[in-house]
């Protein structure tokens, strides 16, 4: 769920939509708009943001979560519309397990 209580009083909700684990697009409810869009992915092939269903950040209009694309750890953001698709690399790039000690 994303709020920005200084620019609306509106909220919303995004589902990523994943098959086998690879991120397809997102379904956005909106209150303002109240029905459920689907928004086909603009980050490329083979984007995981399901891996243990990684926490997310709503900074600067974007929903912010981690993810991999193949072995490189990446930061993917999408805009409450859908509209606009944007990743990163993170900073040493390499994928990190969970479970690493």
């Not at 920005?4 to 009083?9: D, Y």
């Not at 086998?20 to 086909?40: H, L, R």
Request: glycine residues 6%.
């Amino acid at each position: 769920m994303a709020f920005n209580s200084t620019a609306s009083s509106h909220f919303y909700v995004i589902e990523y939509v994943d098959v086998n684990a690879v991120c397809i697009g997102v379904e956005i409810y909106s209150f303002q708009t109240t029905p459920w869009i689907y928004k086909e992915s603009e980050w490329g092939d083979h984007i995981d943001v399901t891996f243990y269903k990684q926490p997310n950040v709503f900074l600067n209009g974007c929903l912010h979560i981690m993810g991999h694309c193949g072995r490189y750890s990446m930061i993917f953001a999408v805009d409450m519309e859908g509209n606009t698709w944007i990743k990163f690399d993170r900073a040493d790039g390499f994928y990190h397990s969970m479970n690493q000690t």
